[in-house]
């Protein structure tokens, strides 16, 4: 199984600031990596599938980046609807894992 | 509209069975794979099961394989996951979610539409 590892598990951030979440994975997943927010009680929702590209209806202010095996999410300025969690999953192969999430608190 | 609406969580005694539903609406059911993602109290996401949209290959986590099973019908548009043997550690919000992808099982573009959660509790 390829697995995936997360940094930092969690961060306290600003409104504005620029956030940046990292993703690694155990081997080569190409870009086969996809980035989800979950919020407390919520379902997760799809920011980012292909490593780079924005799901639609997602703010321009997410980007994600990377393949092989490291990957970057970035939020540029960070506003108060991104407090969340954040997690990134393969989907290179069977089973496709998530990382184990990254909280973005607000400082 | 899109939408997934999972159903049939509950408290059941360890060792007991339950099985979940996933109704789907405002898409073309079984052109898409869809999965079993499952959150513990507290815990990060756990993928489950996949299926695909035809229903001929599916796929299990090892802490499932054997005592879960996921299925389809897509005459009535809903998704099973069939859950015997349970366990204190299947305690948790069981998610359905959509790949976005038709191609393939693996939701390899990711999972854009999810349910809003069941809640299953295993505990005597």
């Known amino acids: 199984d390829i697995q995936m590892t997360q940094s930092p598990s969690s961060l306290s951030a600003s409104v504005g600031d620029r956030v940046t979440i990292t993703c690694r994975a155990s081997?080569?997943?190409?870009?086969?990596l996809n980035w989800y927010q979950q919020k407390p009680g919520k379902a997760p929702k799809l920011l980012i599938f292909?490593?780079?590209s924005l799901q639609s209806g997602v703010p321009s202010r997410f980007s994600g980046s990377g393949s092989g095996t490291d990957f970057t999410l970035t939020i540029s300025s960070l506003q108060p609807e991104d407090f969340a969690t954040y997690y990134c999953?393969?989907?290179?192969?069977?089973?496709?894992?998530f990382g184990q999430g990254t909280k973005v608190e607000i400082k | 509209e899109v939408q997934l609406l999972e159903s049939g969580g509950g408290l059941v005694q360890p060792g007991g069975s339950l099985r979940l539903s996933c109704a789907a609406s405002?898409?073309?059911?079984?052109?898409?794979?869809m999965s079993w993602v499952r959150q513990a109290p507290g815990k990060g996401l756990e993928w489950v099961s996949v299926?695909?949209?035809?229903?001929?290959?599916?796929y299990y986590a090892d802490s499932v394989k054997g005592r879960f099973t996921i299925s389809r019908d897509s005459s009535k548009n809903t998704l099973y996951l069939q859950m015997n043997s349970l366990r204190a550690e299947d305690t948790a919000s069981y998610y359905c979610?959509?790949?976005?992808?038709?191609?393939?099982?693996?939701?390899?573009?990711?999972?854009?539409?999810w349910g809003q959660g069941t809640t299953v509790t295993v505990s005597s």
């Open positions: 292909a490593a780079s």
């Open positions: 999953q393969q989907t290179y192969s069977i089973p496709p894992k």
């Open positions: 081997q080569s997943i190409t870009t086969y």
């Open positions: 979610a959509k790949s976005s992808s038709i191609f393939g099982v693996v939701p390899s573009y990711g999972m854009d539409v």
């Open positions: 299926i695909s949209g035809r229903g001929g290959s599916t």
């Open positions: 405002g898409f073309t059911f079984s052109s898409y794979a």
